[in-house]
């Protein structure tokens, strides 16, 4: 009784214990899963950029909207790896710019209105953008009402692109206006006065005739300097700005190249023989080599210098039917048949308008705006003021659309297929996957003997069995050799190759090997000493047609290279620096009992050189190279005084100005607005710059791509 009276009488303090703890439990798990949100935040961070976390889903996107604006102006279903990386890499600048420079607008009251916006769009002063995308090419004006029906049509696309599109250079154009904005606050903000401009005048105007002895730093001999380590760490403290680096690591690496063995040979061969039979009685050449082939038919004419030399002269001499090999050429097997034969020119000359259309909604309208600037030549209208004006090529719209002379095989086939079946003098429209093109063939070459080859050709590619011999070698010395000592030891033991290469965090391939960018990501995560693992903890990386294994042989963080790293580089600086200053000594006491440039020359057992029309803006001494120090001091001196020992980047010398001459430019006026524009050009170019140096800026992208 007496305990169930302690259990009633507690009862109270149990339930608020079990309750505590149950709270407690409640609290701790909501802690931990929002520590594992912010963990698994922080692992999907690609940048940090002046405190704003840019995550890896936000950035891809934005490089997915790009890439989709990229397919749709060349109509491409697809982005090739390079295309993309640029993108990516277009991306990341367009962020940085948004994020570093928003801060910024944001603190200066900069902003683009809707008013401001709309004005841009369809109001008085339409932005150079809208303008080339909406010109009537009949009246070379404007066409807002084409910009309202594109506008009004937005939504009616399905697909949605039309839209993205729209919104891609809506944004552009009001990111141009912002920091054009800002340009001109920096700009107006510099300003040239009338004494500067007068300075400027008279460094311009002072031009002088002089004569400089010269002594060369190579007379004094590399064994006859004496460089202690405190003059290697005196020349490090003060030079130390030169010495900044960014990550990197170095690595040593072996490969097992997947080559085909001699059965893989043997098999490729007995593959081809088993085709020619069969090769030799279709009547179907495209067919047969595109069921066939590794390399589809090629419906193409070319000439004797474009077959390859194992067969121009059987190509050239044989009729049409005839066929050859089976024959061996690079890593394939190969049957070639002859498929025709034509007398052809070689080579058109040409010249273009390209239009593309922004959207599927677009088609119909450009292909009438390039029927119109037809129908505006054909009544005698320029070609080449038309292709200046309106062509979307830029560089042939530079020349008046002149492509020169294109041979054949250097174009797409629906391009050159319309040059070559074009008369001379005649125009042409034609699409293509780059848009709506108006051609004009302006001459033609001579004709020449041109064959349409059908060729069937089978790779010599390693089998599955060799290529799993090879991963067993690799493996089996990945298993055997786990350290780096041991790593080291077995490259000399088993007489392989070793490699060495300096990574970048950004760096695509090492030393040119393809598809190598995972060992590189990899080897910024391993530590120094140890074999590099891949994503699923094995040594073995495949790139391309290379199994690699590597070790980590050391780091190198952002920041300054410390002194004993670059201890052995700093040799030549210093002793050239010691050399001088020996020099120097010896000039000056030359000096002291010369009394003109020639007797100070013969004292030196050298002679006096003339530079002549030197003013303080010019770029290099006459005959010797950049030397600031030497054009700075004599363009100073009085006339007729030799000047003290100047040391230059390549040796000692004294100067003694002949003659000075003061040119006749008064005009300061000019002179500040030209240095008031320069200033302008340089504020556009470098207040961006600037900004990007001092921020915050963490980027992650290598863990990723």
């Known amino acids: 009784m007496a305990t169930l009276e302690r259990i009633r009488n507690r009862a109270g303090v149990l339930v608020a214990v079990v309750i505590g703890f149950a709270l407690l439990a409640f609290i701790l798990g909501d802690m931990l899963n929002s520590s594992n949100s912010l963990l698994r935040g922080r692992k999907l961070e690609i940048a940090e950029i002046n405190g704003e976390s840019v995550k890896y889903p936000d950035f891809q996107q934005k490089v997915d909207e790009l890439a989709d604006i990229v397919k749709m102006n060349t109509g491409q279903n697809a982005v090739d790896e390079n295309t993309m990386e640029q993108l990516r890499e277009q991306t990341w600048q367009n962020m940085v710019r948004e994020i570093v420079m928003g801060d910024v607008y ?15 769009v369809q109001g008085k002063n339409i932005h150079p953008i809208v303008q080339q995308l909406f010109r009537d090419p009949s009246t070379g004006q404007v066409n807002k009402s084409a910009i309202l029906q594109f506008l009004k049509n937005l939504d009616a696309d399905p697909t949605g692109r039309q839209k993205a599109y729209w919104l891609y250079v809506e944004k552009q154009i009001s990111q141009e206006r912002l920091f054009t904005k800002y340009n001109n606050l920096i700009s107006k903000g510099l300003y040239v006065t009338s004494l500067e401009a007068k300075e400027s005048l008279k460094e311009k105007n002072h031009v002088v005739n002089f004569k400089f002895v010269r002594q060369d730093v190579n007379l004094i001999s590399d064994a006859s300097i004496k460089v202690e380590d405190k003059d290697l760490k005196a020349y490090y403290d003060k030079h130390k700005e030169e010495f900044k680096q960014g990550n990197s690591r170095s690595i040593d690496f072996v490969t097992f190249d997947i080559l085909p063995s001699a059965q893989d040979q043997a098999t490729a061969q007995k593959w081809i023989n088993d085709r020619k039979v069969e090769f030799e009685k279709t009547t179907d050449n495209a067919q047969f080599v595109n069921l066939n082939s590794d390399v589809p038919f090629a419906d193409t004419y ?7 030399p194992m067969i121009a002269d059987w190509a050239f001499s044989a009729g049409a039917g005839s066929i050859y090999g ?30 593309r259309p922004r959207s599927m909604a677009e088609v ?47 174009m797409v086939k629906s391009f050159e297929d319309a040059c070559f079946n074009t008369a001379e003098g005649e125009l042409k429209v034609i699409k293509t996957q780059y848009g709506f093109h108006l051609i004009k063939v302006t001459g033609k070459g001579p004709s020449l003997p041109h064959v349409q080859l059908a060729v069937v050709e089978h790779a010599i590619n390693p089998s599955s069995e060799t290529y799993q011999a090879i991963y067993t070698k690799a493996n089996q010395f990945a298993a055997n050799y786990t350290t780096k000592d041991a790593f080291d030891k ?14 970048q965090e950004t760096d695509r391939t090492v030393n040119g090997i393809p598809e190598s960018r995972v060992l590189i990501r990899a080897a910024f995560d391993a530590k120094k000493g140890k074999i590099i693992m ?20 050391d780091i190198k963080e952002e920041g300054y290279a410390s002194f004993e790293e670059v201890k052995d580089r700093l040799y030549p600086a210093v002793r050239q620096d010691k050399k001088l200053d020996i020099l120097k000594d010896k000039v000056g006491k030359a000096l002291a009992g010369a009394h003109d440039i020639n007797q100070l020359a013969a004292s030196l057992g050298t002679q006096a050189f003339d530079a002549n029309d030197v003013n303080f803006q010019s770029f290099a001494l006459p005959n010797v190279g950049i030397e600031p120090a030497v054009i700075g001091t004599a363009t100073n001196m009085p006339l007729n005084k030799l000047s003290k020992p100047i040391k230059g980047f390549t040796g000692v010398y004294v100067v003694n100005v002949v003659s000075a001459n003061e040119g006749n430019d008064k005009d300061f006026k000019s002179e500040q607005v030209r240095l008031n524009q320069a200033n302008g050009y340089r504020a556009s170019f470098q207040a961006f710059d600037v900004l990007r140096k001092a921020a915050k800026i963490k980027d992650k992208r290598s863990k990723f791509y």
Request: proline share 2%; net charge positive; hydrophobic share 40%.
């Open 364 to 410: 119909k309208l450009v292909e009438a705006r390039v029927d119109s600037l037809k129908k505006l030549i054909q009544k005698g209208a320029s070609f080449e003021k038309l292709a200046a004006q309106y062509s979307q090529d830029q560089g042939s719209a530079a020349k008046g659309g002149d492509l020169g002379w294109i041979g054949r095989g250097s």
């Open 534 to 553: 891949n994503q699923e903890s094995s040594p073995i990386f495949e790139m391309g047609n290379t199994f690699a294994i590597a070790t980590l042989t």
């Open 302 to 308: 070319v000439k004797k210098s474009q077959v390859s």
């Open 490 to 503: 077995a490259i000399s033991k088993e007489k392989l190759n070793k490699h060495s290469a300096t990574l």
């Open 106 to 120: 944001k603190k200066l009251g900069i902003g683009v209105s809707a008013d401001e916006l709309f004005d841009m």
């Open 326 to 355: 089976p024959y061996q050429e690079g890593n394939a097997w190969k049957i070639a048949k002859i498929n025709g034969v034509k007398q052809l020119s070689d080579s058109v000359h040409a010249s273009h308008i390209l239009i």
